[in-house]
């Protein structure tokens, strides 16, 4: 697979086989973002695994999933088995704001964990407060982002979008369709 295959590949996926992921793929999707466009190369990301049961468990509840979908939400079962918890050392970014690294630094994650044969699903409706009181981090770190993952238990396909429709929606095969501008409608003639 190359970077353009898993580009057009990679979909967010929200049910997850119950097998473990080796923790050195989670250390390597890290080590991938460690890499990733940062600005000014001031680096204020930091990243933890999440993998534990009992920690899984107590994450999962301060998460939202698929608002686009009536019955979206990963069952028992189907949850993740792993989190990566991206997080802003405020020492390094007094104000937290690193929304153009977590967007490089995600994106990088998940083209590697595509590669990888890996679903993911990068959650933002989450409880930051809460979820880093769980993870017991140090007052200088913040939760921006959690990126789910697993080993697909779903598919998820793009498909062409119809009168500026964006939602997403499931199949009754239980694909999730994912409505994508074409490349006519994104390209600004000059």
Do not use: H
């Given at each position: 697979?190359?970077?353009?295959?898993?580009?057009?590949?990679?979909?967010?996926?929200?049910?997850?086989?119950?097998?473990?992921?080796?923790?050195?793929?989670?250390?390597?999707?890290?080590?991938?973002?460690?890499?990733?466009?940062?600005?000014?190369?001031?680096?204020?990301?930091?990243?933890?695994?999440?993998?534990?049961?009992?920690?899984?468990?107590?994450?999962?509840?301060?998460?939202?999933?698929?608002?686009?979908?009536?019955?979206?939400?990963?069952?028992?079962?189907?949850?993740?088995?792993?989190?990566?918890?991206?997080?802003?050392?405020?020492?390094?970014?007094?104000?937290?704001?690193?929304?153009?690294?977590?967007?490089?630094?995600?994106?990088t994650m998940m083209l590697e964990a595509e590669e990888m044969g890996l679903a993911t699903?990068?959650?933002?409706?989450?409880?930051?407060?809460?979820?880093?009181?769980?993870?017991?981090?140090?007052?200088?770190?913040?939760?921006?982002?959690?990126?789910?993952?697993?080993?697909?238990?779903?598919?998820?396909?793009?498909?062409?979008?119809?009168?500026?429709?964006?939602?997403?929606?499931?199949?009754?095969?239980?694909?999730?369709?994912?409505?994508?501008?074409?490349?006519?409608?994104?390209?600004?003639?000059?």
């Open positions: 697979m190359n970077v353009y295959e898993a580009i057009m590949q990679r979909r967010t996926i929200r049910k997850f086989k119950q097998e473990p992921i080796d923790r050195d793929i989670l250390i390597k999707l890290i080590d991938c973002a460690r890499v990733a466009a940062y600005g000014a190369n001031m680096q204020p990301l930091k990243f933890a695994v999440i993998d534990d049961a009992a920690m899984l468990k107590d994450i999962y509840p301060l998460t939202k999933w698929a608002g686009a979908l009536a019955d979206g939400a990963p069952r028992e079962g189907e949850r993740p088995v792993a989190y990566i918890a991206v997080l802003c050392d405020k020492n390094i970014r007094p104000n937290g704001a690193a929304e153009v690294e977590v967007g490089a630094a995600v994106t699903c990068w959650l933002g409706a989450i409880q930051r407060d809460k979820i880093k009181q769980v993870l017991k981090l140090a007052p200088k770190l913040d939760v921006l982002y959690l990126l789910a993952l697993g080993y697909p238990m779903q598919k998820s396909r793009m498909v062409e979008m119809t009168g500026g429709d964006v939602k997403y929606y499931e199949s009754e095969d239980g694909t999730i369709n994912v409505p994508k501008r074409s490349l006519d409608e994104v390209i600004v003639t000059l």
